[in-house]
């Protein structure tokens, strides 16, 4: 894939991220508290409490639905994305090690969906605090991943773009 087609992925890419915040912002912020999923620093109990107890019936019917749904789909075409940045800039035990890092981040990433789906399902009274750390600790770990494949592909673009303009 050429470099133009994959700056056009990335930004399909992008603009699924901004979509999905977006539909999380308008219609999943419930008494001034964001989704779940987009907490960097994770959640414990009385935080997950207090989010799903401001959910009203019709906002946890579009968690568990649409935004589901939707966040099923765009950590995929992410993950695409990064890992043909990294097969068009890397090469060997470098590919390797990146193509690994983008498995760990979609596996974080679809874990954790399926485990914020069963704090929803369960509502505010029925989870543990158990069941809410190990969800935090995948939205953490989710974020953690992420952050060091987006190191890695703009470290390998700046390689790249150094190498054409020394040529």
Excluded at 115 to 137: F, K, M, N, Y
Aim: net charge positive; with cysteine; glycine share 8%.
């Amino acid at each position: 894939m050429t470099g133009d087609r994959l700056t056009w992925l990335s930004l399909c890419a992008a603009l699924a991220f901004a979509a999905l915040a977006g539909f999380a912002e308008t219609h999943l912020r419930a008494a001034d508290m964001g989704v779940l999923d987009g907490r960097l620093l994770g959640y414990d109990l009385p935080e997950a409490r207090a989010y799903l107890s401001a959910l009203s019936p019709e906002q946890t019917a579009l968690y568990l639905g649409q935004f589901r749904l939707a966040d099923t789909a765009f950590p995929a075409l992410l993950a695409l994305s990064l890992l043909l940045w990294f097969r068009h800039w890397s090469s060997g035990g470098l590919r390797l090690g990146l193509t690994l890092a983008v498995a760990l981040y979609l596996g974080a990433d679809y874990t954790e969906n399926m485990l914020i789906a069963r704090l929803v399902e369960l509502g505010p009274d029925r989870i543990t605090a158990q069941a809410v750390a190990t969800a935090s600790l995948f939205t953490k770990a989710k974020w953690v991943i992420l952050a060091g494949c987006f190191t890695a592909a703009l470290l390998l673009g700046l390689r790249a773009r150094n190498k054409r303009n020394l040529q």
